[in-house]
Protein backbone atom coordinates (compact mmCIF):
# COMPACT_ATOMS: atom_id res chain seq x y z
CA UNK A 1 0.00 0.00 0.00
CA UNK A 2 1.15 2.93 -0.70
CA UNK A 3 -0.11 7.20 -0.55
CA UNK A 4 -0.98 9.19 -3.17
CA UNK A 5 2.74 10.76 -2.99
CA UNK A 6 3.93 7.65 -4.02
CA UNK A 7 5.50 6.19 -0.67
CA UNK A 8 5.06 3.69 1.16
CA UNK A 9 2.12 3.24 4.58
CA UNK A 10 3.65 2.92 7.00
CA UNK A 11 2.84 5.25 10.20
CA UNK A 12 -0.71 5.94 10.47
CA UNK A 13 -2.76 8.45 12.67
CA UNK A 14 -6.74 7.77 12.53
CA UNK A 15 -8.76 10.48 14.00
CA UNK A 16 -12.56 11.92 14.51
CA UNK A 17 -14.61 11.79 16.95
CA UNK A 18 -15.77 8.98 19.75
CA UNK A 19 -17.89 5.77 18.71
CA UNK A 20 -16.90 7.12 14.78
CA UNK A 21 -14.84 3.97 13.75
CA UNK A 22 -11.23 4.61 14.42
CA UNK A 23 -10.37 1.96 16.37
CA UNK A 24 -12.19 -0.81 13.87
CA UNK A 25 -10.63 0.78 10.78
CA UNK A 26 -7.16 0.55 12.64
CA UNK A 27 -7.20 -2.55 13.87
CA UNK A 28 -7.86 -3.92 10.32
CA UNK A 29 -5.43 -1.23 8.58
CA UNK A 30 -2.72 -2.82 11.26
CA UNK A 31 -3.26 -6.10 10.49
CA UNK A 32 -3.60 -5.64 6.79
CA UNK A 33 0.09 -3.08 6.62
CA UNK A 34 1.22 -6.09 9.42
CA UNK A 35 2.06 -3.01 11.86
CA UNK A 36 1.56 -2.32 15.43
CA UNK A 37 -2.17 -0.82 15.84
CA UNK A 38 -1.93 1.51 19.54
CA UNK A 39 -4.92 2.81 21.10
CA UNK A 40 -4.12 6.48 22.31
CA UNK A 41 -6.89 5.94 25.31
CA UNK A 42 -4.88 2.48 26.60
CA UNK A 43 -2.20 4.96 27.36
CA UNK A 44 -3.62 7.60 28.79
CA UNK A 45 -6.06 5.79 30.82
CA UNK A 46 -4.44 4.49 34.15
CA UNK A 47 -6.37 2.56 36.35
CA UNK A 48 -9.50 4.24 38.04
CA UNK A 49 -9.40 6.39 34.89
CA UNK A 50 -6.65 8.48 35.88
CA UNK A 51 -5.09 9.89 33.33
CA UNK A 52 -1.19 9.52 32.49
CA UNK A 53 1.19 12.33 33.23
CA UNK A 54 1.47 14.35 30.28
CA UNK A 55 5.41 14.16 30.37
CA UNK A 56 5.22 10.24 30.46
CA UNK A 57 2.57 10.27 27.81
CA UNK A 58 4.67 11.81 25.71
CA UNK A 59 7.60 9.68 26.17
CA UNK A 60 5.67 6.43 25.88
CA UNK A 61 4.02 7.68 22.57
CA UNK A 62 7.66 9.20 21.24
CA UNK A 63 9.01 5.36 21.93
CA UNK A 64 5.94 4.44 19.88
CA UNK A 65 6.55 6.79 16.75
CA UNK A 66 9.85 6.20 16.37
CA UNK A 67 8.97 2.63 15.61
CA UNK A 68 8.88 2.09 11.72
CA UNK A 69 5.59 1.25 11.06
CA UNK A 70 2.22 1.81 13.29
CA UNK A 71 -1.08 2.62 13.03
CA UNK A 72 -2.56 5.30 16.29
CA UNK A 73 -5.64 5.64 17.12
CA UNK A 74 -6.53 9.13 19.06
CA UNK A 75 -7.37 12.40 19.26
CA UNK A 76 -4.92 13.98 22.12
CA UNK A 77 -3.42 17.12 21.45
CA UNK A 78 -0.33 16.35 23.95
CA UNK A 79 0.73 14.00 21.73
CA UNK A 80 -0.34 15.30 18.12
CA UNK A 81 2.89 16.86 17.25
CA UNK A 82 4.57 13.63 17.72
CA UNK A 83 2.59 11.44 15.62
CA UNK A 84 1.94 13.84 13.06
CA UNK A 85 5.85 14.46 12.92
CA UNK A 86 5.75 10.87 11.96
CA UNK A 87 3.00 9.87 10.38
CA UNK A 88 2.78 9.26 6.52
CA UNK A 89 -0.95 9.46 6.28
CA UNK A 90 -4.09 10.61 8.28
CA UNK A 91 -7.45 8.97 8.20
CA UNK A 92 -9.74 11.29 9.68
CA UNK A 93 -13.22 9.77 10.57
CA UNK A 94 -15.86 12.77 9.79
CA UNK A 95 -19.10 10.68 9.83
CA UNK A 96 -22.26 12.73 10.58
CA UNK A 97 -23.48 13.50 14.38
CA UNK A 98 -26.70 11.45 14.27
CA UNK A 99 -24.44 8.13 13.14
CA UNK A 100 -22.17 9.25 15.12
CA UNK A 101 -24.26 9.57 18.12
CA UNK A 102 -26.32 6.51 17.21
CA UNK A 103 -23.07 4.28 17.58
CA UNK A 104 -21.73 5.76 20.50
CA UNK A 105 -24.47 5.09 22.28
CA UNK A 106 -25.54 1.49 21.37
CA UNK A 107 -21.75 0.42 22.64
CA UNK A 108 -21.72 2.05 25.20
CA UNK A 109 -25.12 0.30 26.04
CA UNK A 110 -22.97 -2.93 25.56
CA UNK A 111 -19.90 -2.12 27.38
CA UNK A 112 -21.86 -1.28 30.70
CA UNK A 113 -23.99 -4.43 30.12
CA UNK A 114 -21.58 -6.64 29.37
CA UNK A 115 -18.68 -4.78 31.71
CA UNK A 116 -15.89 -5.01 28.98
CA UNK A 117 -13.02 -4.60 29.83
CA UNK A 118 -11.81 -1.44 28.12
CA UNK A 119 -8.16 -0.44 29.13
CA UNK A 120 -6.33 -1.03 32.47
CA UNK A 121 -9.12 -2.61 33.98
CA UNK A 122 -11.54 0.61 33.21
CA UNK A 123 -15.02 0.11 32.36
CA UNK A 124 -17.48 1.98 30.95
CA UNK A 125 -20.43 2.46 33.36
CA UNK A 126 -23.86 2.05 31.98
CA UNK A 127 -25.40 5.20 34.17
CA UNK A 128 -22.76 7.53 32.35
CA UNK A 129 -25.48 7.48 29.24
CA UNK A 130 -27.52 9.63 31.73
CA UNK A 131 -24.77 12.01 32.64
CA UNK A 132 -24.91 15.64 30.98
CA UNK A 133 -21.22 16.34 32.02
CA UNK A 134 -19.06 15.38 28.85
CA UNK A 135 -15.93 14.59 31.15
CA UNK A 136 -18.26 11.66 32.59
CA UNK A 137 -20.19 10.73 29.44
CA UNK A 138 -18.74 9.30 26.31
CA UNK A 139 -22.14 10.04 24.70
CA UNK A 140 -22.15 13.47 25.59
CA UNK A 141 -18.53 13.99 24.73
CA UNK A 142 -19.36 12.83 21.34
CA UNK A 143 -22.24 15.10 21.19
CA UNK A 144 -20.02 18.22 22.43
CA UNK A 145 -16.93 17.56 20.51
CA UNK A 146 -18.60 17.04 16.74
CA UNK A 147 -17.90 20.14 15.53
CA UNK A 148 -14.14 20.93 17.17
CA UNK A 149 -13.50 17.91 15.59
CA UNK A 150 -14.63 18.56 12.55
CA UNK A 151 -13.48 22.18 12.15
CA UNK A 152 -9.98 21.30 13.41
CA UNK A 153 -9.33 18.24 11.19
CA UNK A 154 -11.08 20.59 8.45
CA UNK A 155 -8.10 23.00 8.93
CA UNK A 156 -5.52 20.35 9.50
CA UNK A 157 -6.24 18.51 6.18
CA UNK A 158 -6.08 22.06 4.43
CA UNK A 159 -2.75 23.31 6.25
CA UNK A 160 -0.57 20.10 6.60
CA UNK A 161 0.62 19.48 3.02
CA UNK A 162 3.29 17.25 3.96
CA UNK A 163 0.95 14.26 5.31
CA UNK A 164 -1.86 12.79 3.21
CA UNK A 165 -5.19 13.18 4.52
CA UNK A 166 -7.68 10.93 4.26
CA UNK A 167 -11.89 12.15 5.27
CA UNK A 168 -14.26 8.96 5.65
CA UNK A 169 -17.50 10.70 5.73
CA UNK A 170 -19.43 6.78 5.62
CA UNK A 171 -19.28 3.45 5.97
CA UNK A 172 -18.45 2.78 2.91
CA UNK A 173 -15.92 4.93 2.38
CA UNK A 174 -14.03 2.87 5.16
CA UNK A 175 -14.57 -0.35 3.68
CA UNK A 176 -13.49 0.88 0.32
CA UNK A 177 -10.37 1.96 1.77
CA UNK A 178 -9.52 -1.05 2.80
CA UNK A 179 -10.57 -2.61 -0.14
CA UNK A 180 -7.90 0.11 -2.08
CA UNK A 181 -5.17 -1.77 -3.20
CA UNK A 182 -2.37 -1.34 -3.32
CA UNK A 183 -2.46 2.75 -3.40
CA UNK A 184 -4.85 4.90 -1.82
CA UNK A 185 -5.09 6.78 -5.08
CA UNK A 186 -8.74 5.65 -5.44
CA UNK A 187 -9.37 6.54 -1.56
CA UNK A 188 -12.76 8.29 -0.41
CA UNK A 189 -13.08 11.44 -0.91
Known amino acids: MSTERGGRVRRVSVVGNSGSGKSTLGR ?7 VPFVELDSIHHLPGWEPIGVDEFRKTVGAIVDGDGWVIDGNYSAVRDLVWARADT ?3 FDLPRRTVI ?3 LWRTIRRGVTREELWNGNRERLSS ?11 RWAW ?14 AE ?3 VEFIRIRSHKDAARLLK ?3 TFRNKPA
Open 129 to 139: VFRLDPQESVV
Open 180 to 182: VSP
Open 90 to 92: VIW
Open 102 to 104: RQV
Open 160 to 162: RTE
Open 28 to 34: ALAARLG
Open 144 to 157: TRHRVYRERYSRAA
